[in-house]
């Protein structure tokens, strides 16, 4: 999935900052017991939001992996997510 207009530069101190400070990364490749759901809910949205899309906007702003993110959609604008 593709989005030209997005900058992946700030993510990279962020997931830097949290691996520095927690000791872990932001997404890893396999669900164990550290990992925790969270929820991501968006009010206006151009994109047509996909459990893909969602993932790519979350490694554009957090960082990690889109594909480690497991997006499952809850709603037509909420999403949850697994992070470590």
Same mark, same amino acid.
Not at 36 to 65: D, E, M, N, T, W
């Given at each position: 999935?593709? =989005? ?6 700030? #993510?990279? $101190? &962020? *997931? ?19 990992? =925790? ?6 009010? #206006?949205? $151009? &994109? *047509? ?19 480690? =993110? ?6 037509? #604008? ?7």
């Amino acid at each position: 999935m593709e =989005f030209p207009e997005l900058s992946f530069s700030p #993510r990279l $101190k &962020l *997931q830097e900052e949290i691996r520095r400070k927690l000791g872990v990364p932001v997404t890893c490749p396999s669900v164990d017991r550290s990992s =925790f759901s969270l929820i991501a809910a968006f009010g #206006r949205c $151009k &994109l *047509q939001l996909s459990p893909a899309s969602v993932g790519v906007l979350l490694q554009v702003a957090i960082g990690g992996s889109a594909a480690h =993110f497991n997006v499952s959609q809850l709603g037509e #604008r909420r999403s949850s997510f697994l992070s470590l």
